[in-house]
């Protein structure tokens, strides 16, 4: 659920008003958190290994390896 939004329903003044109340009732966070920061560094890692193949002399040459 969209943490700003319950903020603005509750009409709280500010967001970390919502989560000192209320934050230990959103589970899955942690999770959430995780998942996206594995999904980037899986991301990154593969474009660096596809930046390292345009680098390789193989690949210059026509070879896979």
């Known amino acids: 659920m969209n943490a700003k939004a319950i903020t603005a329903y509750l009409g709280h003044a500010?967001?970390?008003t919502t989560f000192d109340l209320y934050g230990h009732l959103m589970p899955g966070n942690d999770d959430e958190a995780v998942a996206l920061v594995d999904g980037?560094?899986?991301r990154a890692n593969t474009l660096q290994r596809l930046a390292?193949?345009?680098r390789s002399p193989y690949r210059r040459l026509g070879?896979?390896?």
């Open 14 to 16: 500010s967001i970390q």
């Open 52 to 54: 390292e193949l345009d």
């Open 63 to 65: 070879r896979s390896h």
């Open 40 to 42: 980037y560094l899986d």
